[in-house]
C-alpha cells in the first residue's frame, strides 16, 4: 500500500473526514515552517549567513526535514492506536504494541535506512563523491541536522538500542519502510534539498549548526503546532498528488500565521522623541534618556547596560533604545522581563499604548503578559482569545500536537516570548535554559528580539548565573539586551559584559569607569562607556539615623504620627513585622491607619492591601488620607509599589537593600517636609565584632542575611557617610560592602562571610549544572522535565501553596474566596515546607469534599489544604494573615 494509506491525525468527532492523512499533515507543517522561513526575513537571513548558505537555500534544506518529521508514524505500531471505519488504511489488526513515542520512532526509522534513502536521484545527495575522511563526519551531520525535527514534541530523542523490525513492519497489506521510503523521495521532488560536500564534511560548519539547533528547533516545534490547527488545516483523506496538496497547504499555511500574528512581523517606525509617545511636547529627556538618543547605534546584536538612581528614567530610556535598536533592524520584538508579578502587572499596563508607538498604525503589534499568575490579572484576560478545538488524544503518553498547541495557545507564559511584545517576570525566558518540555520555543521566542531586564541588581548568584548563559546564547543568535540597574557592584557588571562577549566570540574586555551613572555599550566593537549627570530631581541626600531596639522604632514612629506624618518600617521577617504591628496598633491613636503587608497572605487579601497600601501612600494619595499613616511590611513594599513615606525605618540589611528602601522616603514632590530620614534599625556598633553580633540583637535578620560581614560592612560605610548621597556616593558605598574588602572584615565574622562565598559559589555551580549545556546543541543525553522540578530560582527551602478553606453554615467546606472569580488562586497563600508543616491537617469528614474541590479547580491539584478554624494551633485573619503556632 502507498504512503497514503497511514493517518496523520486523528478526528475527534464524527465530521466529514475520520482522519488527516499522514502526507498531508507533514506538508501542513512544513508549509508552515515555509513561511515562517521566507528569504526576505532577518532571521532567516541571519541562520544562513551563519551557515554560509543563501537564505532560499537554507529554507529548502531546513523545511525538507521539516516535512519528514513525523516519520515515526509509519510504524504500524503507532497506525493501531486509531482505525477509522470509512479510510482504506493499513490495517493494525496485527499491529505491534506501540512501546515507544512516534518521534523516537522517526530517528530510529531514519537510522536505520538513511544510507539506502538518500540514494534516490530526487535527493541529490553528493555522499557517492565524498572521500573517506569526509564519510566519517557524515553521520555526525546528519544527526546533527535531523534531531531538531525528530525531537519537535520539546525534547530531542535519539534511536539507541530501539530497533526499527519492533515496529515497522512488512506484511501482505504493506511495507511500512517502503511507504516512507516512497513518501520522501516524492517530497524531494517537491521542496529539494540543497547538499553540499563542504556542508556534510565540515566540522566547522557542524560546530555552526550545533550553535544554532535549538533555535531550529523552537521553529520546528511552533511549525508543528501551528501546522496542527484544525481551524486551518481541513482534514482530508480523498487522495491527491503531493504537488497539489502543496499548493493548498501553502495557501492554508498563510491563514493560520494571519490568523495567530505570525504572518509578519509589525514595521518600527524611527525614534522621533518621546514627545510622540505622550503627546506633550514639555517632555524634556533625563541625562539618561538623552543619552540613549545621542548613542551610536553600532552593527550587530549589541549590549547596553543603563546605571541610574530610583526615578531617573530608566524604563523610558530603555524603551528609547528599543525602538532605535527596532527601527534600525536589530530586533523585531521586544520582551520586558522584571524580578516579581507585581513589578511585570505595573510595566503590562505601563506598556499598553507606549508600545504602539514603536510600530506603524497598521502593524497591530501582540502585547502579553507571562507569569504564573496572570488569569488573576483582569487587563490581560480581557485580552485572551479563546482556544482553538482539540484532537483526540491518540495515547496518555502521546500527546497530540494539537492539544499541545491549545494548551500552549491559553498560557502565556510561553505565548509571551513569541508575541511581538513580551511583559513578563525573569523567569520565563530563564526557563529557555532549564531541561522543559518546549524550552526551545523560548529561545526562538526571544532570537532577533530585545530583551529588556529590570532590576538586574535584584537578582542571586544562582539566577545571575542563569541570566549569564541567556545573555550569551541570546547574542550568539541576534538579539539584543538593555540592563537597567540602581545598585550594580562592578564585580557584576563584568560578568555580564564578559557573557554577552562570549556568545559574540570575541577577547572579554572589561569595564573601565567609575562613575555612576554610566552607560555601558557593548557589541564587536568593544566597550564604550559613558559617564552622566542625573536628573536633579531625584539627586539627593538621606540623613541615616541609628536605633538598637525595637521599642525606639516602635516611639519613633508615633513621634512621627504625632506630627501627621506617614511612616513605614520595612521588617527583614514576617514574624518579625506582626510583632511590630502589633506593638503599634495598640499605642496607635487611630488604629485604623496601621496597616501590615506580607507575604504570607492569601492571594486575595493581597491584592486587597497592596490596593489599600496604594491608596493611602501612593503617588496621587492627598494629605489628609496619608496623614498618621504606618506600614508596616516585609521586602515586598520595596520591590513593587510606587509608593512613598515621610519617614522609613528599616532593619539593618546590605546596602544595596538600603538604598533600594530609601528610594520610598519621600519620593514623589509634596508640600513641604522635614530633611529625608532613613533611621536603621542595627546591633550597637563596635570595632570587634564577636560571631553572635547580630544574632543577639535581631536573630530573624540573621536568618535572612547570614553573611553577617555584609551587615557590618553596611554599618560601617553608612557610619562613616552619615547619609546616602545619590548618585555622588552610589559606587563608593556599593564597592566599600562588594568590593575587595576582605581585609576589613573582623576576624569573628570571616567564617560566616567565607560560609556565604561558598554558597555564592555552590549557588553558581547548580546554576551551570541545572542549566542544558547550550553549547553542545540540541542533542539527548540530559534529563528533561516537566515544568515542576527545576527552578529558576535557588530557595533554601521548599514553598508549598496552602489553600485556606472554611465552612460554610451548612458544615460544607469551601474556598476563603468563594464566590469570586479565579477563587481557587486567590483562596492561596505561599509557606515555606517547614511552616506549612504546622498547619493542622485537614480532618478525615471533609477529604472527600476536598477531592471534589480539586476536580473542580485544576489550580488545586498540588496544593496542600488547611481549614482555618478546625486549626487550635495556627490562625489566620486578613488583617494578620497566617500566625504559625510555636
Same mark, same amino acid.
Given at each position: 500500500?502507498?504512503?497514503?494509506?497511514?493517518?496523520?491525525?486523528?478526528?475527534?468527532?464524527?465530521?466529514?473526514?475520520?482522519?488527516?492523512?499522514?502526507?498531508?499533515?507533514?506538508?501542513?507543517?512544513?508549509?508552515?515552517?515555509?513561511?515562517?522561513?521566507?528569504?526576505?526575513?532577518?532571521?532567516?537571513?541571519?541562520?544562513?549567513?551563519?551557515?554560509?548558505?543563501?537564505?532560499?537555500?537554507?529554507?529548502?534544506?531546513?523545511?525538507?526535514?521539516?516535512?519528514?518529521?513525523?516519520?515515526?508514524?509509519?510504524?504500524?505500531?503507532?497506525?493501531?492506536?486509531?482505525?477509522?471505519?470509512?479510510?482504506?488504511?493499513?490495517?493494525?489488526?496485527?499491529?505491534?504494541?506501540?512501546?515507544?513515542?512516534?518521534?523516537?520512532?522517526?530517528?530510529?526509522?531514519?537510522?536505520?535506512?538513511?544510507?539506502?534513502?538518500?540514494?534516490?536521484?530526487?535527493?541529490?545527495?553528493?555522499?557517492?563523491?565524498?572521500?573517506?575522511?569526509?564519510?566519517?563526519?557524515?553521520?555526525?551531520?546528519?544527526?546533527?541536522?535531523?534531531?531538531?525535527?525528530?525531537?519537535?514534541?520539546?525534547?530531542?530523542?535519539?534511536?539507541?538500542?530501539?530497533?526499527?523490525?519492533?515496529?515497522?513492519?512488512?506484511?501482505?497489506?504493506?511495507?511500512?519502510?517502503?511507504?516512507?521510503?516512497?513518501?520522501?523521495?516524492?517530497?524531494?521532488?517537491?521542496?529539494?534539498?540543497?547538499?553540499?560536500?563542504?556542508?556534510?564534511?565540515?566540522?566547522?560548519?557542524?560546530?555552526?549548526?550545533?550553535?544554532?539547533?535549538?533555535?531550529?528547533?523552537?521553529?520546528?516545534?511552533?511549525?508543528?503546532?501551528?501546522?496542527?490547527?484544525?481551524?486551518?488545516?481541513?482534514?482530508?483523506?480523498?487522495?491527491?498528488?503531493?504537488?497539489?496538496?502543496?499548493?493548498?497547504?501553502?495557501?492554508?499555511?498563510?491563514?493560520?500565521?494571519?490568523?495567530?500574528?505570525?504572518?509578519?512581523?509589525?514595521?518600527?517606525?524611527?525614534?522621533?522623541?518621546?514627545?510622540?509617545?505622550?503627546?506633550?511636547?514639555?517632555?524634556?529627556?533625563?541625562?539618561?534618556?538623552?543619552?540613549?538618543?545621542?548613542?551610536?547605534?553600532?552593527?550587530?546584536?549589541?549590549?547596553?547596560?543603563?546605571?541610574?538612581?530610583?526615578?531617573?528614567?530608566?524604563?523610558?530610556?530603555?524603551?528609547?533604545?528599543?525602538?532605535?535598536?527596532?527601527?534600525?533592524?536589530?530586533?523585531?520584538?521586544?520582551?520586558?522581563?522584571?524580578?516579581?508579578?507585581?513589578?511585570?502587572?505595573?510595566?503590562?499596563?505601563?506598556?499598553?499604548?507606549?508600545?504602539?508607538?514603536?510600530?506603524?498604525?497598521?502593524?497591530?503589534?501582540?502585547?502579553?503578559?507571562?507569569?504564573?499568575?496572570?488569569?488573576?490579572?483582569?487587563?490581560?484576560?480581557?485580552?485572551?482569545?479563546?482556544?482553538?478545538?482539540?484532537?483526540?488524544?491518540?495515547?496518555?503518553?502521546?500527546?497530540?500536537?494539537?492539544?499541545?498547541?491549545?494548551?500552549?495557545?491559553?498560557?502565556?507564559?510561553?505565548?509571551?516570548?513569541?508575541?511581538?511584545?513580551?511583559?513578563?517576570?525573569?523567569?520565563?525566558?530563564?526557563?529557555?535554559?532549564?531541561?522543559?518540555?518546549?524550552?526551545?520555543?523560548?529561545?526562538?521566542?526571544?532570537?532577533?528580539?530585545?530583551?529588556?531586564?529590570?532590576?538586574?541588581?535584584?537578582?542571586?548568584?544562582?539566577?545571575?548565573?542563569?541570566?549569564?548563559?541567556?545573555?550569551?546564547?541570546?547574542?550568539?543568535?541576534?538579539?539584543?539586551?538593555?540592563?537597567?540597574?540602581?545598585?550594580?557592584?562592578?564585580?557584576?557588571?563584568?560578568?555580564?559584559?564578559?557573557?554577552?562577549?562570549?556568545?559574540?566570540?570575541?577577547?572579554?574586555?572589561?569595564?573601565?569607569?567609575?562613575?555612576?551613572?554610566?552607560?555601558?555599550?557593548?557589541?564587536?566593537?568593544?566597550?564604550?562607556?559613558?559617564?552622566?549627570?542625573?536628573?536633579?530631581?531625584?539627586?539627593?541626600?538621606?540623613?541615616?539615623?541609628?536605633?538598637?531596639?525595637?521599642?525606639?522604632?516602635?516611639?519613633?514612629?508615633?513621634?512621627?504620627?504625632?506630627?501627621?506624618?506617614?511612616?513605614?518600617?520595612?521588617?527583614?521577617?514576617?514574624?518579625?513585622?506582626?510583632?511590630?504591628? =502589633? $506593638?503599634?496598633?495598640? &499605642?496607635? !491613636? @487611630?488604629?485604623? +491607619?496601621? %496597616? #501590615?503587608?506580607?507575604?504570607?497572605? /492569601?492571594?486575595? *487579601?493581597?491584592?486587597?492591601?497592596?490596593?489599600?497600601?496604594?491608596?493611602?501612600?501612593?503617588?496621587?494619595?492627598?494629605?489628609?488620607?496619608?496623614?498618621?499613616?504606618?506600614?508596616?511590611?516585609?521586602?515586598?513594599?520595596?520591590?513593587?509599589?510606587?509608593?512613598?513615606?515621610?519617614?522609613?525605618?528599616?532593619?539593618?540589611?546590605?546596602?544595596?537593600?538600603?538604598?533600594?528602601?530609601?528610594?520610598?522616603?519621600?519620593?514623589?514632590?509634596?508640600?513641604?517636609?522635614?530633611?529625608?530620614?532613613?533611621?536603621?534599625?542595627?546591633?550597637?556598633?563596635?570595632?570587634?565584632?564577636?560571631?553572635?553580633?547580630?544574632?543577639?540583637?535581631?536573630?530573624?535578620?540573621?536568618?535572612?542575611?547570614?553573611?553577617?560581614?555584609?551587615?557590618?560592612?553596611?554599618?560601617?560605610?553608612?557610619? =562613616? $557617610?552619615?547619609?546616602? &548621597?545619590? !548618585? @555622588?556616593?552610589? +559606587?563608593? %558605598? #556599593?564597592?566599600?560592602?562588594?568590593? /575587595?574588602?576582605? *581585609?576589613?572584615?573582623?576576624?569573628?565574622?570571616?567564617?560566616?562571610?567565607?560560609?556565604?562565598?561558598?554558597?555564592?559559589?555552590?549557588?553558581?555551580?547548580?546554576?551551570?549544572?541545572?542549566?542544558?549545556?547550550?553549547?553542545?546543541?540540541?542533542?539527548?543525553?540530559?534529563?528533561?522535565?516537566?515544568?515542576?522540578?527545576?527552578?529558576?530560582?535557588?530557595?533554601?527551602?521548599?514553598?508549598?501553596?496552602?489553600?485556606?478553606?472554611?465552612?460554610?453554615?451548612?458544615?460544607?467546606?469551601?474556598?476563603?474566596?468563594?464566590?469570586?472569580?479565579?477563587?481557587?488562586?486567590?483562596?492561596?497563600?505561599?509557606?515555606?515546607?517547614?511552616?506549612?508543616?504546622?498547619?493542622?491537617?485537614?480532618?478525615?469528614?471533609?477529604?472527600?469534599?476536598?477531592?471534589?474541590?480539586?476536580?473542580?479547580?485544576? $489550580?488545586?491539584?498540588?496544593?496542600? !489544604?488547611?481549614?482555618?478554624?478546625?486549626?487550635?494551633?495556627?490562625?489566620?485573619?486578613?488583617?494578620?494573615?497566617?500566625?504559625?503556632?510555636?
Amino acid at each position: 500500500m502507498s504512503y497514503f494509506s497511514y493517518w496523520g491525525k486523528a478526528a475527534s468527532d464524527d465530521g466529514n473526514a475520520e482522519c488527516h492523512l499522514l502526507p498531508y499533515h507533514s506538508l501542513d507543517v512544513a508549509a508552515v515552517g515555509w513561511h515562517l522561513l521566507a528569504p526576505e526575513k532577518r532571521l532567516t537571513q541571519q541562520l544562513a549567513a551563519r551557515l554560509g548558505l543563501e537564505p532560499d537555500a537554507l529554507r529548502k534544506l531546513l523545511v525538507f526535514w521539516l516535512g519528514i518529521h513525523d516519520l515515526g508514524k509509519f510504524s504500524r505500531a503507532f497506525q493501531g492506536l486509531f482505525q477509522p471505519s470509512r479510510a482504506e488504511l493499513v490495517p493494525s489488526a496485527n499491529a505491534p504494541t506501540y512501546l515507544e513515542r512516534h518521534d523516537r520512532l522517526g530517528a530510529v526509522l531514519w537510522q536505520a535506512n538513511w544510507i539506502e534513502w538518500l540514494g534516490c536521484d530526487t535527493l541529490q545527495w553528493p555522499h557517492g563523491r565524498l572521500a573517506s575522511k569526509q564519510r566519517r563526519q557524515l553521520g555526525k551531520t546528519l544527526t546533527m541536522l535531523s534531531t531538531p525535527f525528530f525531537g519537535h514534541h520539546g525534547k530531542p530523542v535519539e534511536s539507541g538500542q530501539c530497533r526499527a523490525e519492533q515496529f515497522f513492519i512488512h506484511d501482505e497489506s504493506g511495507n511500512d519502510v517502503e511507504a516512507a521510503r516512497h513518501f520522501i523521495a516524492d517530497w524531494g521532488r517537491i521542496v529539494p534539498p540543497v547538499w553540499t560536500v563542504e556542508q556534510l564534511s565540515s566540522s566547522d560548519w557542524r560546530d555552526t549548526l550545533q550553535a544554532l539547533s535549538w533555535t531550529i528547533a523552537g521553529w520546528a516545534t511552533l511549525s508543528d503546532w501551528l501546522g496542527s490547527s484544525r481551524e486551518y488545516f481541513t482534514y482530508c483523506q480523498e487522495q491527491m498528488s503531493l504537488a497539489e496538496y502543496w499548493t493548498l497547504a501553502l495557501k492554508r499555511a498563510e491563514a493560520v500565521l494571519k490568523g495567530t500574528g505570525f504572518a509578519r512581523r509589525p514595521k518600527a517606525l524611527p525614534y522621533t522623541g518621546m514627545a510622540s509617545w505622550f503627546d506633550s511636547p514639555q517632555i524634556t529627556p533625563t541625562p539618561l534618556q538623552k543619552a540613549t538618543e545621542e548613542l551610536t547605534l553600532s552593527d550587530g546584536p549589541q549590549l547596553c547596560i543603563l546605571e541610574d538612581v530610583t526615578g531617573a528614567g530608566k524604563t523610558e530610556a530603555a524603551c528609547i533604545l528599543t525602538q532605535r535598536l527596532l527601527a534600525a533592524g536589530h530586533g523585531e520584538g521586544l520582551y520586558f522581563a522584571l524580578p516579581t508579578m507585581a513589578t511585570s502587572n505595573a510595566m503590562y499596563s505601563r506598556m499598553g499604548n507606549l508600545h504602539r508607538h514603536f510600530f506603524t498604525s497598521d502593524s497591530a503589534p501582540s502585547l502579553v503578559l507571562s507569569h504564573g499568575a496572570r488569569d488573576l490579572n483582569d487587563e490581560f484576560m480581557g485580552s485572551v482569545e479563546d482556544a482553538q478545538p482539540e484532537d483526540g488524544e491518540y495515547a496518555a503518553n502521546d500527546m497530540t500536537a494539537s492539544s499541545r498547541c491549545n494548551r500552549w495557545l491559553a498560557d502565556s507564559r510561553k505565548k509571551a516570548l513569541l508575541a511581538d511584545v513580551g511583559v513578563g517576570t525573569i523567569d520565563q525566558a530563564l526557563m529557555a535554559l532549564l531541561p522543559f518540555r518546549h524550552q526551545s520555543l523560548r529561545l526562538y521566542g526571544l532570537a532577533r528580539k530585545v530583551l529588556v531586564v529590570d532590576e538586574v541588581h535584584a537578582y542571586d548568584h544562582y539566577m545571575q548565573g542563569l541570566l549569564g548563559q541567556l545573555l550569551t546564547y541570546h547574542a550568539r543568535q541576534g538579539g539584543s539586551a538593555i540592563l537597567l540597574t540602581a545598585t550594580l557592584p562592578l564585580r557584576m557588571r563584568d560578568e555580564l559584559l564578559h557573557a554577552w562577549q562570549a556568545g559574540l566570540g570575541v577577547e572579554p574586555q572589561a569595564s573601565q569607569q567609575y562613575d555612576f551613572p554610566l552607560l555601558t555599550h557593548t557589541g564587536s566593537h568593544g566597550v564604550t562607556e559613558t559617564a552622566l549627570a542625573t536628573r536633579p530631581e531625584v539627586a539627593r541626600s538621606v540623613d541615616i539615623g541609628w536605633l538598637t531596639d525595637e521599642e525606639q522604632g516602635v516611639d519613633a514612629i508615633l513621634e512621627a504620627v504625632s506630627r501627621g506624618e506617614c511612616v513605614a518600617w520595612v521588617r527583614n521577617t514576617v514574624d518579625d513585622a506582626i510583632r511590630a504591628f =502589633e $506593638a503599634i496598633q495598640q &499605642r496607635h !491613636p @487611630d488604629a485604623t +491607619r496601621c %496597616l #501590615l503587608f506580607h507575604s504570607r497572605f /492569601a492571594m486575595c *487579601d493581597r491584592q486587597r492591601i497592596e490596593a489599600d497600601v496604594i491608596q493611602r501612600l501612593g503617588k496621587h494619595s492627598t494629605p489628609d488620607i496619608r496623614r498618621g499613616q504606618v506600614l508596616i511590611s516585609t521586602q515586598v513594599f520595596q520591590e513593587s509599589l510606587d509608593c512613598d513615606v515621610d519617614l522609613m525605618i528599616s532593619d539593618i540589611a546590605p546596602i544595596d537593600l538600603l538604598i533600594q528602601r530609601a528610594g520610598r522616603l519621600q519620593r514623589h514632590a509634596r508640600g513641604p517636609r522635614r530633611e529625608p530620614l532613613l533611621q536603621v534599625l542595627a546591633p550597637e556598633w563596635t570595632d570587634s565584632p564577636d560571631a553572635q553580633w547580630l544574632q543577639r540583637a535581631l536573630p530573624g535578620t540573621q536568618a535572612v542575611y547570614r553573611d553577617t560581614s555584609l551587615m557590618w560592612l553596611t554599618q560601617r560605610v553608612l557610619r =562613616e $557617610a552619615g547619609a546616602l &548621597r545619590m !548618585p @555622588d556616593d552610589a +559606587r563608593q %558605598l #556599593l564597592e566599600s560592602v562588594y568590593g /575587595a574588602v576582605i *581585609d576589613l572584615v573582623p576576624d569573628a565574622l570571616q567564617d560566616a562571610r567565607f560560609e556565604q562565598k561558598g554558597m555564592q559559589k555552590m549557588a553558581a555551580s547548580m546554576a551551570n549544572f541545572n542549566s542544558l549545556r547550550l553549547e553542545d546543541g540540541y542533542i539527548s543525553g540530559q534529563q528533561w522535565q516537566e515544568e515542576q522540578e527545576i527552578g529558576t530560582r535557588l530557595i533554601d527551602e521548599p514553598t508549598v501553596n496552602v489553600v485556606l478553606l472554611v465552612r460554610t453554615a451548612e458544615g460544607d467546606l469551601t474556598l476563603w474566596a468563594s464566590g469570586e472569580h479565579h477563587a481557587a488562586m486567590l483562596s492561596q497563600a505561599k509557606l515555606r515546607q517547614s511552616q506549612a508543616a504546622k498547619l493542622a491537617v485537614l480532618p478525615t469528614p471533609y477529604q472527600q469534599r476536598w477531592e471534589a474541590l480539586q476536580e473542580q479547580h485544576k $489550580a488545586l491539584h498540588y496544593a496542600q !489544604p488547611w481549614l482555618v478554624d478546625a486549626d487550635e494551633a495556627c490562625t489566620y485573619s486578613p488583617q494578620w494573615g497566617v500566625r504559625l503556632g510555636d
